[in-house]
């Protein structure tokens, strides 16, 4: 009985994993923008999520599905995302939608990395470097559409007073949540899209504090001012000040895990 449940838990993660990484690809229009309201939306990330944490539980003991098929899958699906945004463009054509699909593609693996430090004990040194190092690859094209955009691509627009940009939207979001899909995405997206990256340093190279701080501080002012230069976004001192709170967070949780698991792993 429990050889069974082992073998259903995994074709389940086998299956389900990289399902939910491309489920925003099937349709613009039915799968994610069918519904307006965004409450919708968020019960799908929530259930995606919920998914990979309890079927992390369940296969916390699988060690081969942890350390070698998770980073394997990952890999795959995210040269599949490639092919199909950079070769095929059947799906991946409208910016919003691109963003949309970064956020299930975070929230996914955000399941997965969760449960995984969560339950697994034995191994989780190994699968923490092999997963981060394998998320780089889908993390690269998460930044180059959230931040490398065509120069002149849209009209450039500058503010250099805090809170008088990014920030001002959380109102209208908390106003009318239900009504604000992109203002939302714009919010949260910021503070969320550089919390990896700390993850993503450590598993390659452990550096001291301040290194890390300061490579935090100098990617979002990197990517303002590759928009400055070239055009193609809106500068915006509050889109600084989310970033590296997302990053800070992000480098707060790796301590903790770092003290506490990985620290700890001979």
């Known amino acids: 009985m429990k050889k069974a449940l082992s073998v259903v838990s995994a074709v389940l993660f086998a299956v389900l994993y990289p399902f939910f990484m491309i489920s925003s690809s099937f349709s613009v229009k039915n799968f994610y923008f069918g519904f307006h309201s965004i409450y919708f939306i968020y019960l799908r990330y929530i259930i995606i999520f919920i998914f990979m944490f309890m079927l992390m539980y369940l296969n916390r003991d699988n060690k081969r599905l942890i350390t070698e098929y998770i980073p394997i899958m990952l890999i795959a699906v995210s040269l599949g995302i490639y092919i199909e945004y950079f070769i095929t463009r059947r799906y991946l054509y409208n910016y919003a939608y691109l963003l949309w699909t970064g956020v299930v593609l975070s929230i996914t693996n955000a399941g997965v990395f969760l449960g995984a430090t969560a339950f697994v004990k034995d191994e989780y040194k190994k699968f923490y470097k092999r997963f981060w190092c394998a998320y780089i690859i889908i993390y690269i ?106 990053y800070l967070i992000g480098m707060a949780i790796e301590n903790r895990i770092y003290s506490k698991k990985l620290k700890q792993e001979v």
């Open 141 to 246: 094209l998460i930044i180059y559409v959230s931040f490398i955009r065509e120069p002149n691509w849209i009209p450039l627009t500058i503010n250099l007073r805090f809170g008088n940009g990014t920030l001002k939207f959380f109102k209208a979001v908390f106003n009318d949540p239900a009504n604000n899909m992109y203002t939302s995405l714009v919010c949260f997206g910021n503070i969320f899209i550089l919390l990896p990256f700390p993850f993503i340093i450590s598993s390659i190279k452990r550096l001291n504090v301040p290194l890390t701080l300061i490579i935090g501080i100098l990617l979002p002012l990197l990517f303002e001012g590759y928009q400055y230069v070239f055009k193609c976004g809106n500068v915006d001192v509050d889109d600084v000040f989310l970033n590296y709170t997302g």
